[in-house]
């Protein structure tokens, strides 16, 4: 089809039509497009990234949220209410000085694919609780020789380019997430994984392994130890580490901490809180904001 189109359209430029600039733009555009990874880029300047998170399955949401600076956005196919149909609609909300991610339901190497192939430029995958786990992640996300990953970039292609096959392995950025007693005590040989470029700690899923209540913005000091180890030990194996957060004054303090990206609450939470806030403002009450929704 895309094949079709350029015919078509340089039948009707040889017919005697002049482009306008901003067709000619967009000609120079799709030939010339070259895969980078804008988080990466970023990092390699010295930037912390600032992510958001969708979990509300709307491509106008993804575009409400893509039109806030945010330097990546990634949409939740674990416990958002996304599915790959919505997806699609999502990714294309999301604009080229936007990286867009994907949270995976599970390590399953089939959705890992067909997420690259849609163009998210990072996989977040949960769960990753042992050095095979890391393994069988790192086999899903790469090209051989370096993994298993079948070869059909059906969007990928589109929107990053003709050199997309060559780059992916080297772009798309796979985040381990570190959530479990399990992963804490397997630290040291998940993050020793080839080809793991960033890990990425749940920690409403980690205080509850731990035997603590689940929420985000952990307190409770032995929630805060495991994290600080995480901290440290990525550091120790030159891989970047994320967070996620439920509230502007934590992320500052993971950020402080030395993490090199934090997720800012989701739409639906920063729905809810600005609800809550407008809502209590106007009726002269505390908000109630700290809802349970993730």
């Given at each position: 089809?895309?094949?079709?189109?350029?015919?078509?359209?340089?039948?009707?430029?040889?017919?005697?039509?002049?482009?306008?600039?901003?067709?000619?733009?967009?000609?120079?555009?799709?030939?010339?497009?070259?895969?980078?990874?804008?988080?990466?880029?970023?990092?390699?300047?010295?930037?912390?990234?600032?992510?958001?998170?969708?979990?509300?399955?709307?491509?106008?949401?993804?575009?409400?949220?893509?039109?806030?600076?945010?330097?990546?956005?990634?949409?939740?196919?674990?416990?958002?209410?996304?599915?790959?149909?919505?997806?699609?609609?999502?990714?294309?909300?999301?604009?080229?000085?936007?990286?867009?991610?994907?949270?995976?339901?599970?390590?399953?190497?089939?959705?890992?694919?067909?997420?690259?192939?849609?163009?998210?430029?990072?996989?977040?995958?949960?769960?990753?609780?042992?050095?095979?786990?890391?393994?069988?992640?790192?086999?899903?996300?790469?090209?051989?020789?370096?993994?298993?990953?079948?070869?059909?970039?059906?969007?990928?292609?589109?929107?990053?380019?003709?050199?997309?096959?060559?780059?992916?392995?080297?772009?798309?950025?796979a985040w381990a997430m570190i959530e479990t007693k399990q992963a804490i005590d397997n630290l040291d040989a998940i993050l020793a994984t080839p080809g793991l470029d960033a890990v990425y700690v749940g920690p409403a899923d980690l205080s509850n392994s731990l035997g603590h209540p689940p929420r985000l913005d952990p307190e409770i000091p032995e929630v805060v130890e495991a994290i600080d180890l995480i901290v440290a030990k990525s550091k120790e194996h030159k891989l970047r580490v994320g967070i996620h957060t439920g509230s502007s004054a934590y992320a500052k303090r993971m950020l402080a901490k030395g993490f090199d990206m934090i997720s800012l609450m989701s739409d639906a939470r920063l729905m809810v809180a600005g609800c809550a806030n407008e809502l209590g403002a106007l009726r002269d009450k505390k908000p109630q904001s700290d809802a349970v929704i993730y």
């Open positions: 089809m895309f094949h079709f189109i350029r015919s078509e359209l340089n039948t009707f430029k040889n017919s005697g039509f002049t482009p306008s600039g901003r067709a000619l733009k967009f000609t120079v555009y799709t030939r010339l497009k070259i895969m980078q990874n804008l988080i990466k880029k970023r990092w390699a300047e010295g930037q912390q990234i600032v992510n958001g998170w969708l979990s509300i399955p709307s491509s106008v949401s993804a575009e409400i949220m893509s039109n806030q600076p945010f330097d990546s956005i990634t949409i939740d196919m674990q416990h958002g209410l996304v599915g790959y149909e919505n997806l699609i609609p999502m990714l294309a909300a999301i604009p080229p000085s936007i990286t867009p991610m994907t949270r995976v339901p599970w390590l399953e190497p089939g959705i890992i694919m067909k997420s690259l192939d849609a163009a998210c430029h990072g996989i977040i995958c949960p769960m990753i609780n042992t050095a095979q786990d890391a393994q069988q992640f790192i086999q899903a996300m790469r090209y051989p020789p370096d993994g298993i990953r079948s070869y059909g970039p059906t969007r990928a292609l589109l929107k990053d380019g003709a050199d997309y096959p060559k780059k992916a392995n080297s772009e798309c950025i």
